[in-house]
């Protein structure tokens, strides 16, 4: 059984804001909290899906796994739900979910899920939402890719750190380097180039945190899109 904490959470999540409380009781019956340690494998690409996650607290990579490579897909911040579209249509994972530091997640019983749609059109609703905002993503990642430089990518992900945590021109990087230059698309000897050729910027870092000098500058270089609403 969730605690009130963490089910108040839960229901700030904009996918379930909306759902009546009887019908999100419902729905969390079955759910489960589980802590992860360190790089614990929550599961593997390929496997079947058990469950719809919710993350509470820390964050997770989301790996995808090929030709003998691997790569960072995305990393999920907390409050975030991930592999929604494995849950709802009980396909294969396409990823495996690794845990980045110590880790807490909700684990909800796919079945529920999408039994419990059937009788909840709000349920849907925030779903469907969900699984928009998820397409809207990928599509900007996927921009980013084709459409700007190593060093922009980078520079955009600095501007949306300094928005995200209201601290001015100095940021700090969620997660170490290696899994940061994986979700940009590059190596990390790329990635060490590309904070180089932002110091033209005034962009300076030590260990994890970044200094930005010249936010105009960075903004005017990188072009990065308007958040999202």
């Not at 897909?73 to 396909?91: C, D, G, K, Y």
């Amino acid at each position: 059984m969730l605690g009130d904490t963490d089910y108040g959470a839960v229901r700030r999540i904009p996918a379930f804001a909306g759902v009546s409380e009887p019908a999100m009781r419902e729905l969390l019956v079955g759910a489960s909290v589980v802590p992860c340690a360190n790089a614990a494998i929550l599961f593997h690409q390929g496997d079947y899906p058990d469950f719809l996650y919710i993350l509470l607290d820390g964050r997770v990579s989301l790996i995808g796994i090929g030709g003998g490579e691997q790569t960072v897909v995305e990393v999920v911040p907390t409050l975030e739900t991930f592999v929604l579209a494995s849950a709802l249509t009980a396909q294969p994972y396409l990823v495996t979910a690794r845990a980045i530091g110590h880790s807490r997640l909700m684990r909800l019983p796919a079945a529920d899920l999408r039994r419990q749609i059937q009788d909840e059109p709000s349920l849907a609703g925030g779903l469907l939402q969900l699984l928009a905002r998820h397409d809207r993503r990928m599509v900007r990642q996927n921009k980013d890719l084709k459409l700007r430089s190593a060093t922009q990518r980078l520079g955009c992900h600095l501007l949306a750190l300094a928005a995200e945590q209201k601290s001015g021109p100095k940021v700090v990087l969620s997660y170490e380097k290696r899994t940061l230059a994986a979700k940009l698309g590059m190596t990390p000897e790329n990635l060490s180039r590309a904070f180089a050729s932002l110091r033209r910027y005034k962009v300076a870092v030590s260990g994890q945190h970044v200094m930005l000098g010249d936010i105009p500058g960075l903004r005017d270089y990188c072009r990065p899109d308007d958040p999202e609403e």
